[in-house]
């Protein structure tokens, strides 16, 4: 670990503590680390599968088979596990000082590693709903083998995860909204910050009084306008560091303001 990676993580460490009440935006780089591929990785999954076609609302109603052979793939990929990066964020939360996750993942990760407060923004790729009667249904338990699988209403199925041209669900929109307004530092981790609106959930932190620290091997347009400072390097490396510091501090004795 460079000197200036070392003083930024003691920085994050030290403003989690004095802050007290924070939030974390997460985007598919959180989950790079547990094997799922991030749209900006090249080669592979997202070339094979285009998403402005196969994770597109339109395609799934002209053609919903193609989305579904698309999630089947994707399932072999999200049966991936937490990467120390989730684990973190949880203990975080058990420590007092992180209220809640808004994830743009669907992948269901920072609830297998223990987060309790989960705002799902895109929704969940592990769950499945009839578009005829809006029965729930969890993924392990839809047979993939015909496609588009239905409902025992003959309804066609569709993963629970918002599709390009959806909205986002209103009560996750709201909930992250407030979460936004409310916390005092916001980590903004693993996005590219150019999906919106979940790129627009730093400026309402930020333009509340909010701290923004970004974590992400690349600066994003956030970097420069938004966030006050980056800590460049991979969410599962970087953030068990950040936990370590911090029970370094609170045993050498600072203060720590719990989340109000
Ligand atoms: P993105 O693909 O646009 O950008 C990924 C970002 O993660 C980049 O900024 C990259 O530099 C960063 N990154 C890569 N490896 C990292 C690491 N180890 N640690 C920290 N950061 C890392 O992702 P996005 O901004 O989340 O937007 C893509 C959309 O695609 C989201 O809406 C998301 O729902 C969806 N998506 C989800 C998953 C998933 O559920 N795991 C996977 C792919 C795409």
């Known amino acids: 670990m460079n000197r200036t990676m070392e003083s930024l993580i003691r920085r994050a460490a030290e403003d989690i503590m004095e802050r007290g009440t924070a939030a974390a935006l997460t985007g598919s780089g959180m989950s790079a680390e547990s094997g799922i591929p991030t749209f900006r990785d090249k080669g592979g999954f997202w070339e094979k599968y285009d998403p402005n076609l196969y994770a597109h609302i339109g395609t799934f109603f002209t053609d919903p088979g193609k989305p579904w052979q698309m999630v089947k793939e ?59 009667c809006r029965r729930y249904y969890p993924m392990e338990e839809i047979s993939l083998e015909v496609l588009p699988p239905r409902c025992e209403c003959r309804g066609v199925l569709k993963p629970d995860a918002v599709f390009f041209g959806e909205p986002i669900p209103a009560i996750a929109l709201r909930q992250a909204q407030e979460a936004s307004q409310q916390c005092r530092l916001m980590l903004v981790i693993g996005t590219s910050a150019v999906i919106y609106p979940a790129a627009s959930l730093p400026r309402i932190a930020k333009e509340s009084g909010a701290m923004v620290v970004e974590i992400n091997p690349e600066t994003t347009p956030l970097t420069d306008h938004t966030s006050d400072y980056i800590i460049i390097g991979k969410a599962g490396e970087i953030l068990p560091k950040i936990v370590s510091e911090i029970r370094t501090l609170s045993r050498a004795g600072k203060e720590i303001p719990r989340s109000r």
């Not at 684990?87 to 808004?102: D, P, S, T």
Request: hydrophobic content about 35%; proline content about 3%.
């Open 74 to 132: 994707f399932d072999s990929i999200a049966r991936a596990q937490p990467n120390p990066g989730h684990h973190a964020l949880a203990e975080l939360e058990r420590m007092g000082y992180l209220k809640g996750v808004i994830t743009q993942n669907v992948d269901n990760l920072h609830q297998q590693a223990g987060s309790s407060n989960v705002i799902e923004f895109h929704g969940n790729m592990r769950r499945a709903v009839c578009l005829n």
